[in-house]
């Protein structure tokens, strides 16, 4: 019989060509449990608990101690972590998966080039996610080290906005977008799972109204988020789609609400992301 992949163990599997599975479905023979409790030991670490120990790496990974502390012990030794007094943190050597997946698959490669050139154009800061179980994931970003023209201000990025940053997707407008790009039933299943964590006092928290938001998004096809995911910052998101009309990720425009309400944010953005997310479609 067909077994559930544990998600604790592998977010990492929705494939956006049967987006109408949210998890992986795998005969219970060939799932080879000691790989998949080791990467959900890798997957304890994040921002919120950089450095782990035994104990922690147990409740996080939703494993045994005796078998956190083996993993843990086999994943330094391979030079995946670096430990010292029984802490442990990730080792420079995890960066060679992400590496190579940005470097090797479609999304990130086409979309990158276009958000430079979106960032050249309105001096702002744009990037690109894709959905992975609970978040969506920046995979190519423009940067923010520059300045834009004089009087225009600096390009913004909100904390945390990096290559490989994982955010909330009922939180965040890439993540209403790619929500509303699943399956309706698809996206009924995945809503029954959350736990809505309020972020700011602008969060979405009750499953209903995310509901009703998504639902708009569908219809409206972008979406725009005000101070959801971190205070003093807005973005406005639309779909990116293949060339059979799935959507594979969402580019948005990070921007401070100060400086743009959501009508003067959608007059400016609204159609250099969808003549970029048009000229995106034929490359995937």
């Known amino acids: 019989m067909p077994a559930r992949v544990f998600v604790r163990y592998s977010r990492n599997t ?33 921002t919120e608990r950089q450095r782990l120990n035994s104990t922690l790496t147990a409740q996080r990974a939703g494993i045994t101690r005796a078998a956190a502390r083996r993993h843990l012990l086999t994943l330094a030794h391979l030079g995946y972590l670096e430990s010292a007094d029984g802490w442990y943190w990730l080792a420079p050597k995890v960066l060679r998966f992400s590496g190579t997946y940005l470097a090797s698959a479609r999304v990130p490669r086409a979309v990158q080039p276009v958000l430079d050139q979106l960032a050249a154009q309105k001096q702002e800061a744009f990037s690109a996610a894709v959905l992975d179980g609970d978040v969506a994931v920046i995979v190519a970003r423009s940067g923010n080290e520059s300045h834009a023209s004089p009087g225009a201000g ?22 209403h977008v790619l929500l509303a790009g699943l399956p309706r039933h698809a996206f009924a299943t995945w809503l029954k799972d959350q736990q809505l964590r309020r972020l700011t006092p602008q969060t979405i928290t009750n499953p209903s109204a995310l509901r009703a ?17 971190e205070s003093g910052v807005a973005a406005l998101a639309v ?46």
Do not use: W
């Open 239 to 284: 779909p990116v789609r293949d060339a059979r009309g799935d959507v594979v990720a969402a580019i948005n425009v990070v921007v401070s609400p100060q400086r743009f309400d959501p009508e003067a944010l959608h007059r400016a953005f609204f159609l250099p992301l969808r003549d970029a997310a048009s000229q995106l479609r034929s490359l995937l």
């Open 14 to 46: 929705r494939d956006m060509r049967t987006k109408d599975m949210l998890h992986m479905h795998i005969a219970k023979v060939d799932l080879i449990e000691g790989l998949a409790k080791g990467l959900a030991v890798l997957e304890a670490f994040d």
């Open 213 to 229: 938001v998504v639902s708009q998004v569908r219809k409206q096809d972008f979406c725009i988020a005000y101070e959801e995911h």
């Open 154 to 175: 600096r390009r913004m990025l909100a904390h945390g906005l990096h290559l490989g940053a994982r955010l909330p997707a009922h939180a965040t407008s890439t993540g």
